[in-house]
T-cell receptor
Framework: GIQVEQSPPDLILQEGANSTLRCNFSDSVNNLQWFHQNPWGQLINLFY???GTKQNGRLSATTVATERYSLLYISSSQTTDSGVYFCAVCPYNTDKLIFGTGTRLQVFP | DAGVIQSPRHEVTEMGQEVTLRCKPISGHDYLFWYRQTMMRGLELLIYFNNNVPIDDSGMPEDRFSAKMPNASFSTLKIQPSEPRDSAVYFC???????????FGSGTQLSVL
């Protein structure tokens, strides 16, 4: 099956710093989504981004489908950004969203 | 909209007991997914439904697991008999159509002693 790899596995930042999270996938996909799991366990959908670039406040995402990767940018990080960021992809001919192993982000004041 | 609603939030049970987890998807969403999250295996898709019909249950770990969707607003995931290795967080999620933005419930934390 398709492999979804995220890097780095862990990231520690001071408030105000910027960061880039990466998601690589091993096969062509229908769509790609980014999620944030907060420290209370809630999974929040950040972006639905099969290709191109989207921005939402301090967060933006870029997917280059032809090269099988996506990037999530977090600018001016805040302590509330802490948690785990997941990338999930949907292979062609299926509606199954397959999750990566996540990047754990800790932002300290 | 209230979002995807799951119950209970926490379930503690003894090995061998039957466990039933419940989910109400977002109104109008045609797709419903059940995921399981553990430290060792991450987020795994167990089963998903389209218009109340199970489409793919290849992720269901064993015959002890079963899922139903009797109508568009309700689904259950049942484990009978439960075992300690079933301890995990079980999430329900829904989307308007397949291959579209996915919305998760708050999850059920299951502990089997």
């Amino acid at each position: 099956g398709i492999q979804v790899e995220q890097s780095p596995p862990d990231l520690i930042l001071q408030e105000g710093a910027n960061s880039t999270l990466r998601c690589n996938f091993s096969d062509s996909v229908n769509n790609l989504q980014w999620f944030h799991q907060n420290p209370w366990g809630q999974l929040i959908n950040l972006f639905y981004i099969p290709s191109g670039t989207k921005q939402n406040g301090r967060l933006s995402a870029t997917t280059v489908a032809t090269e099988r990767y996506s990037l999530l940018y977090i600018s001016s990080s805040q302590t509330t950004d802490s948690g785990v960021y997941f990338c999930a992809v949907c292979p062609y001919n299926t509606d199954k969203l397959i999750f990566g192993t996540g990047t754990r982000l800790q932002v300290f004041p | 909209d209230a979002g995807v609603i799951q119950s209970p939030r926490h379930e503690v049970t003894e090995m061998g007991q039957e466990v039933t987890l419940r989910c109400k998807p977002i109104s109008g969403h045609d797709y419903l997914f059940w995921y399981r999250q553990t430290m060792m295996r991450g987020l795994e898709l167990l089963i998903y439904f389209n218009n109340n019909v199970p489409i793919d249950d290849s992720g269901m770990p064993e015959d002890r697991f079963s899922a139903k969707m009797p109508n568009a607003s309700f689904s259950t995931l049942k484990i009978q008999p439960s075992e300690p290795r079933d301890s995990a967080v079980y999430f329900c999620a829904s989307s308007l159509q397949g291959n579209e933005k996915l919305f998760f419930g708050s999850g059920t934390q299951l502990s089997v002693l």
